[in-house]
Nanobody
Framework: QVQLVESGGGLVQPGGSLRLSCAAS????????AGWYRQAPGKQRELVAT???????NYVNSMKGRFTISRDNAKNTVSLQMDSLKPEDTAVYYC???????????WGQGTQVTVSS
């Protein structure tokens, strides 16, 4: 049974920071392509950041320089450090893990991030 559990969401003021974490069981992030998507109310889910099996990171342009994705193989977690947050970053953030050998993506349940004064 694969489970991805996100944590770290919450309410933060514009310009503030949050760190999201995703803990996995039943799957190893070290052998998966992992990352974060987000979905704002009334909008489609969009990619935020990805970390490859080799550790390469990719970001959507609007997040470059503000968000940092990382992986801890020992703890089997993937994290997203979000700085300089803007109201438009408000969304539910979802962790995912893609197994290339299975051509299958596992998803977490999501964590709410609200940026508001």
């Amino acid at each position: 049974q694969v489970q991805l559990v996100e944590s770290g969401g919450g309410l933060v003021q514009p310009g503030g920071s949050l760190r999201l974490s995703c803990a996995a069981s039943g799957i190893r992030f070290s052998t998966s392509v992992a990352g974060w998507y987000r979905q704002a109310p009334g909008k489609q889910r969009e990619l935020v950041a990805t970390i490859t099996i080799g550790g390469n990171t990719n970001y959507v342009n609007s997040m470059k320089g503000r968000f940092t994705i990382s992986r801890d193989n020992a703890k089997n977690t993937v994290s997203l450090q979000m700085d300089s947050l803007k109201p438009e970053d408000t969304a539910v953030y979802y962790c995912y893990a893609y197994r290339p050998d299975l051509s299958f993506t596992y998803w977490g349940q999501g964590t709410q991030v609200t940026v508001s004064s």
